[in-house]
């Protein structure tokens, strides 16, 4: 028998028609105010969801045996990957392409020259997958020395949130160095929630970079990192002091840590005169705003204290 009911929007409360309606009129002239948040339009603005599709199909081609997508099934691995990475391509184009706007020596040129803009940092981004992933060969082996507890690379690849949150960012930092707006940062982000690591795309780290037990770790966007360098979980690599806000943007505020640096659980490494010399340990917890010499310890030394038990 056919099945008679309908289904309707359940009704307002007694009156509530006139009040909601007020209640709209009342939003709709709070976007009246002229304030960035009332922008109603998205010109100019890349898609999200897009760009998380970007970074999902490039972990298919930086990882080509760990990352797959039923869309892309063929005979032949190469014929995969070349869908790929000329799917990257034209998504990647056009999202540069629309936000190129927003870029001062774009904001007046005409829709061809942002796209032949963008047509070229696109292909000059694809052009460095492979610098992108000699970084991460090296950060896998990293991670392999580093952690007694991984079963072995494969492991590694497919389930450390620390090696995901770096290979983000090596894409990111590659945008970022061509000048792209607003993506790399979207990217960024899009792993700091996937991971409770937030790295900024400016950050320059080097290779062989392992973090480990991948949460609450901040390295800024002055940052500068060097190789064999091994990061724990609560880490930050920060600013000494923002009160001067857009003030410091493109000055250097973040610490350099050089190469064979330990920072161990809780550090903070704060300040862009401050240097973290090569094969420094700097334990957990440690508070740090000053350069420290190469080969130096640096660890809080807590005050003994005694638990006086009162009679039961």
């Known amino acids: 028998m056919k099945d008679e009911r309908t289904y309707m929007r359940p009704a307002f409360c007694p009156g509530a028609d006139s009040a909601v309606s007020s209640v709209i009129e009342t939003i709709f002239s709070d976007y009246d105010k002229g304030r960035e948040i009332d922008r109603n339009d998205f010109f100019g603005q890349p898609d999200q969801e897009v760009v998380v599709d970007i970074i999902k199909k490039l972990l298919m081609v930086i990882y080509p045996g760990y990352y797959r997508d039923g869309n892309f099934e063929t005979r032949s691995v190469k014929n995969r990957l070349a869908v790929l990475i000329e799917d990257i391509y034209y998504e990647l184009r056009r999202q540069i392409e629309i936000v190129l706007v927003n870029d001062p020596k774009y904001e007046n040129a005409s829709k061809e020259e942002r796209r032949d803009a963008a047509c070229s940092m696109s292909l000059d981004f694809l052009s460095r997958i492979p610098k992108i992933r000699e970084y991460l060969d090296t950060d896998i082996d990293a991670t392999f020395d580093g952690d007694p507890a991984a079963l072995d690379k494969i492991e590694i690849v497919l389930a450390y949130p620390g090696l995901y949150a770096t290979t983000v960012h090596r894409i990111a930092h590659e945008l970022n160095l061509l000048g792209v707006p607003y993506i790399p940062r979207i990217m960024s982000e899009y792993a700091h929630g996937e991971t409770g690591v937030d790295i900024h795309p400016g950050a320059k780290i080097g290779k062989y970079f392992f973090i480990d037990h991948a949460t609450g770790i901040v390295i800024g966007e002055t940052s500068e990192i060097g190789e064999h360098v091994k990061v724990y979980q609560g880490v930050t690599i920060g600013a000494l002091s923002t009160k001067d806000g857009q003030a410091l943007h493109g000055v250097k505020r973040h610490p350099t840590i050089e190469d064979n640096v330990t ?50």
């Open 263 to 312: 920072l161990y659980a809780g550090a903070a490494i704060l300040g862009g005169k401050t240097v973290i010399g090569h094969d420094s340990v700097i334990g957990g917890s440690a508070f740090v705003t000053e350069s420290v010499p190469p080969h130096t310890h640096v660890f809080v030394k807590l005050e003994s204290s005694h638990v006086t038990r009162q009679p039961e």
